[in-house]
């Protein structure tokens, strides 16, 4: 299987006729998928979303769950403090930063907003920690916003699959978001990730196992 290189057909209309039908396929297997971020709360998924960059679901939810399931809420967080909330996220990569951005967003949310979550872009980004994969996760998670948040998995998929041959994640976006209907938005973002994690991963991509290796490019080529 060739994992790089896949060029994206120049006719647009080919394009959305395959992206159909993986749509189609997704859905016929996986009609309501979910978010593996542990949350019970808007403020937690918020949280865990910031807390996941460059590292696991799992080991986001390893360090947040028993204090999700306790009741985390914003006063806690500003309770403990940086260094009270660093103690419980030091197993996670880039853990000082992240406490400083939890802590900071924390006093935002309660200082701007209410204590609530903002329903649009712009004020999300402007929270600290959250860039533009955060706030379009949040506003698909949350809102049901037709986004698809570009991550390591989207993108890589999406690129075997021949339904971009972007180089940068904005690029990615705007290619996938031209070929995807709006009606599997934001649906989509989860299938390429669940199938980015336990099928056509990084390195050795079940392709037997694939349900889509005959339209895949990747595949065929």
Known sequence: MKTTGVEQPKNLLTIQRRCSVIMQR???????PRCEL???TPFQLLVSVVLSAQTTDKAVNRCMQTLYEQGLCIDDVLAMGVEGFLEHIRSIGLAPSKARYVVGLSKQLKERHHSEIPQ????LIQLPGVGRKTALVVLAELFQHP???VDTHVFRVGKRLGLHCADHVLAAEKQLLACISKSYLPQAHHWFILHGRYIC???????GECFLADVCPSVLE
């Open 26 to 32: 997704f859905a016929q297997k996986n009609p309501s």
């Open 120 to 123: 649009s872009y712009e004020d």
């Open 147 to 149: 986004t698809l948040a």
């Open 201 to 207: 991963s990084a390195r050795s991509p079940k392709c």
């Open 38 to 40: 542990f949350f019970r």
